[in-house]
């Protein structure tokens, strides 16, 4: 057996059989855009169960999108931002239809 081709399959192996590490920037982006999937999911949910009793609201104010940064941020938190910007957009969507709630 030629043994450089036996070491050739072991580290084959080897290679295969180690996880790719994600890096820490893609844990936590995949975190935040999980978390704006919960969030949208929820206002959702709560705004669809509760419309029988909510009174209409002229002044309401939805999905806050597009609010433009103050300064430029790097690309990385730039997207986060927005994702929390998301988040908070379905959280006030929420919280504006608990306050038009008849009970």
């Given at each position: 057996m030629n043994p450089e081709m036996s070491y050739k399959n072991q580290v084959a192996q080897?290679?295969?059989?180690?996880?790719?590490r994600q890096t820490v920037a893609s844990e936590i982006l995949e975190l935040a855009e999980e978390i704006e999937r919960m969030a949208e999911d929820v206002a959702n949910r709560t705004l669809s169960r509760l419309q029988p009793v909510m009174r209409d609201d002229m002044n309401e104010k939805g999905l806050v999108e597009g609010d433009k940064p103050f300064r430029i941020y790097p690309e990385l938190f730039d997207v986060i931002r927005g994702r929390l910007t998301r988040i908070k957009g379905h959280l006030l969507a929420?919280?504006?239809g608990i306050d038009r709630l008849e009970l």
């Open positions: 080897c290679e295969s059989a180690v996880p790719v929420i919280d504006g």
